[in-house]
């Protein structure tokens, strides 16, 4: 299989953003990932396609998923979404610093700690969305349940 566009190197990238997984700027098809390699009898050195291969099924039917959808986006709507994300990386990055500020860390260190402040963000921004959600949902029931009572709904 040829390798495609950058459209969908990119889908590729943020739907393992969205598996919770970093592309690292790697480029590759989802189809290259999970079919045979390109270079048969050749041993793959493409990370990224090392990567999707130690997906799980689920999480390959995920990534799959995620790039048919960005695929159908309009390319506006493509490119409002690259934006966002090369504002959130702008301010990952920008934490990071702030939180290595009046340190001298090695580079080893630095790369070492950005990897683990994204990981850990990672876990508790999807800690907040989780419980977040279970909010919402409690108080959604709760207003429906009083708008029911009072509009004498049945």
């Known amino acids: 299989m040829a390798r495609t ?8 990238t943020i739907a393992l953003a ?4 970093g592309a690292g700027g790697f480029v590759a098809s989802a189809q290259d990932a999970v079919s045979e390699p390109i270079h048969p009898g050749k041993k793959e050195q493409d990370p990224l396609v090392q990567l999707v291969k130690s997906l799980s099924a689920e999480q390959k039917s995920k990534l799959i998923e995620s790039i048919k959808a960005w695929k159908e986006l309009t390319p506006e709507v493509q490119q409002a979404l690259r934006a966002r994300e090369k504002m959130l990386r702008k301010s990952l990055a920008e934490e990071i610093e702030a939180a290595l500020a009046n340190t001298s860390p090695t580079q080893e260190q630095r790369e070492f700690f950005a990897k683990r402040y994204r990981e850990e963000r990672r876990k508790i921004d999807q800690s907040l ?3 977040l959600e279970a909010r919402r949902k409690v108080a959604l029931e709760e207003v429906v349940a009083q708008l029911k009572a009072t509009l004498e709904i049945r």
Do not use: F, H, M, W
Request: aromatic share 0%.
């Open 18 to 21: 969205a598996l919770g997984l």
């Open 129 to 131: 969305r989780t419980e």
């Open 5 to 12: 566009s950058l459209g969908t190197t990119l889908s590729v």
